[in-house]
Structures are given as C-alpha cells and as structure tokens.
C-alpha cells in the first residue's frame, strides 16, 4: 500500500495567490482528516470527512479555506486568498476504527 | 472535551539510557490512547495504541506504553534509547464513539547524545 499520498510537498506562494492542496487517502479507508502543524500552535484539526461527507469543519480558521472529498479517493484544501500567517505544515490523514494514517505533508511558504 | 497534556517540551536522553515520555490526557470515558512519532520533514508514524485489555501495550522500535486509568495517563517507554530515536513524540486522544477524531498533544522533542 502506498499510504497517504499528499501533493505539493513544498508550496511557495504569495499573499492573495490561491494555493490547492490533494490528499489521497489509503484506499478502503472511510475517513479523512485535515491537520496544519505550527510551532506556536501544534496540530491543529482543520475539517474531517467520513464517507466522503464533511462531518465537523470547526477547526477551519476562517472562510478562505474551504475543503472538498468528491470521492472516496481524492480531497483538495483550498486556501483563497492565501495569508502569510498560514504558512504550516497541512498534513492530510486518513483511517478508520480510531486509528489515523498521516502522509508526509505539504509546506506551505506564503511570502 | 476531550484534550491531552504533554508536560515536557523537551527531553535529553543518554544513547542507551531508558526514555520515559509523559502523557496525560482529559476525557469522560475511556479513551483511545495513541502515541505518534515524528521525524524532521516526515509525517506521523503510529508507534502504538491502545484500545482495550492488558493496559500495557507493545509497540514498534521497542517502545511500551502503559495506560493508567487511576492517572489519566498514557506514558511512553523505552529501554535503551537509539540514536535514530531522536524525533518528536506526540500522544492523542480519541473519542470511542462517532467518528474516528484524534486530539493531539503538543509534542515532546526527544534529543539522543552520545
């Protein structure tokens, strides 16, 4: 199994630009999660989908971030426009029965 | 709410000395109890869980934790610490009903010297 499949790894980007980042989960897993690592704030739980389906988008900071899983095998983060305090690491995770699964990240530089 | 406290930041330990990583955590009931590593530029590893049954439980890398209800307590040790050891470690929390979320602790930076 090839794990969580997260993609850019690494994102430079200005202020106001829209950044998009993917996540494949791990297939037959029935959860997705959204994190973004700070050191000021640790990991922080953004949005999670079960079945494809948002369940608690709380931890979303504000209303340029936006998260969708259009099947069961993609989701995108979407940050529009983009702010240089959302420079973070957005890891993606998926799992079931309470146990997660991270991929490897994506940095995200807003200058 | 479901939360977990990781007392200490940062932890030095001896290559070939004994690690014991702290971990406290809040929550009505009994939990799911997780300890995660990471490596610099990595993702989290699951190290171990526990679930239910024997509260102590065995992970990989040679690393136990033992889950003590009385404590809220969720600690992580290891024997005989390795160089590759050095990583942060991070203890999570989830709830046993709904879905699968996990809450995490702020990390706890393990340094290895020679």
């Known amino acids: 199994d090839a794990g969580v499949i997260q993609s850019p790894r690494h994102e430079v980007t200005e202020m106001g630009q829209e950044v998009t980042l993917r996540c494949k989960p791990i297939?037959?897993?029935?959860?997705l999660f959204w994190y973004r690592q700070t050191m000021m704030r640790g990991l922080e739980l953004l949005i999670y989908?079960?079945?494809?389906?948002?369940?608690?988008d709380s931890g979303m900071p504000e209303d340029r971030f936006s998260a969708k899983m259009p099947n069961a095998s993609f989701s995108t983060l979407k940050i529009q426009p983009s702010e240089p305090r959302d420079s973070a690491v957005y890891f993606c995770a998926s799992g079931y029965t309470g146990e997660l699964f991270f991929g490897e990240g994506s940095r995200l530089t807003v200058l | 709410a479901q939360s977990v406290t990781q007392p200490d930041i940062h932890i030095t330990v001896s290559e070939g000395a004994s690690l014991e990583l702290r971990c406290n955590y809040s929550y009505g009931a009994t939990p799911y109890l997780f300890w995660y590593v990471q490596s610099p530029g990595q993702g989290l590893q699951l190290l171990l869980k526990y679930f239910s049954g024997d509260t102590l439980v065995q992970g990989i890398k040679g690393f136990e934790a033992e889950f003590k209800r009385s404590q809220s307590s969720f600690n992580l040790r290891k024997p005989s610490v390795h160089w590759s050891d050095a990583a942060e470690y991070f203890c999570?929390?989830?709830?046993?009903?709904?879905?699968?979320?996990?809450?995490f602790g702020k990390g706890t930076m393990l340094l290895v010297s020679p």
């Open positions: 989908f079960n079945n494809n389906v948002p369940i608690d």
């Open positions: 999570a929390v989830g709830a046993r009903s709904g879905y699968s979320t996990l809450t």
């Open positions: 297939s037959g897993h029935n959860s």
